[in-house]
T-cell receptor, first 112, second 114 residues
Framework: DSGVTQTPKHLITATGQRVTLRCSPR?????VYWYQQSLDQGLQFLIQYYNGEERAKGNILERFSAQQFPDLHSELNLSSLELGDSALYFC???????????FGEGSWLTVV | AQKVTQAQTEISVVEKEDVTLDCVYETRDTTYYLFWYKQPPSGELVFLIRRNSFDEQNEISGRYSWNFQKSTSSFNFTITASQVVDSAVYFC???????????FGTGTSLTVIP
């Protein structure tokens, strides 16, 4: 158990809709990363927050946004969903000076 | 730029056989960290090991062992006496010492046949 909690575990929604994925970090972890894992793209880094501020941005679409709240939980918002957004979305926290990341169990998003 | 290559897409072995998963990386940095993660069918990503670029000692943990060779930019993972529970996708990853982004390979799907 990584200690990183993600909700919901599974989500099915229609194209054009908006969803919010939630991540509760390990206690004391200031960094949060979001990754997308799809069949054709593999594991793609989306975005990182550190103590509430955006630290790094990867291959995140403009339709997607994220934020980290004062209590360090994070949300990933996905809007105007397309079929291709169907994927497993991971949240992760870093420890040990940021050089190891521990993943949550992921949120399976299916867009129909 | 950083890049991690796992050339083996899928591997199948019979239970109790040894298997080695290859990982080759590219980086211009002198300080970096290498990782292996396991993704079982349930989907979660499980951290297995971290190795920094200054430590080339091989590591053994039970049936798992890792061979880090800077000369060939490789960080290979060997499972000895494989078991069905080892069936999973294994990812190799790299991060620069000063970086925020983990670079993952495309993964190797290992199937252990009973």
């Amino acid at each position: 158990d990584s200690g990183v909690t993600q909700t919901p575990k599974h989500l099915i929604t229609a194209t054009g809709q908006r969803v919010t994925l939630r991540c509760s970090p390990r206690s004391g972890d200031l960094s949060v990363y979001w990754y997308q894992q799809s069949l054709d793209q593999g594991l793609q880094f989306l975005i990182q927050y550190y103590n509430g501020e955006e630290r790094a941005k990867g291959n995140i679409l403009e339709r997607f946004s994220a934020q980290q709240f004062p209590d360090l939980h994070s949300e990933l918002n996905l809007s105007s969903l397309e079929l291709g957004d169907s994927a497993l979305y991971f949240c992760a926290n870093s420890v040990e000076g940021g050089n190891t990341i521990y993943f949550g169990e992921g949120s399976w998003l299916t867009v129909v | 730029a950083q890049k991690v290559t796992q050339a083996q897409t899928e591997i199948s072995v019979v239970e109790k056989e040894d298997v080695t998963l290859d990982c080759v990386y590219e980086t211009r940095d002198t300080t970096y960290y290498l990782f292996w993660y396991k993704q079982p069918p349930s989907g979660e990503l499980v951290f297995l090991i971290r190795r920094n670029s200054f430590d080339e000692q091989n590591e053994i943990s039970g049936r798992y062992s890792w061979n880090f060779q800077k000369s060939t930019s490789s960080f290979n993972f060997t499972i000895t006496a494989s078991q069905v529970v080892d069936s999973a996708v294994y990812f190799c990853a790299l991060i620069k010492n000063t970086g925020n982004q983990f670079y993952f390979g495309t993964g190797t799907s290992l199937t252990v046949i009973p």
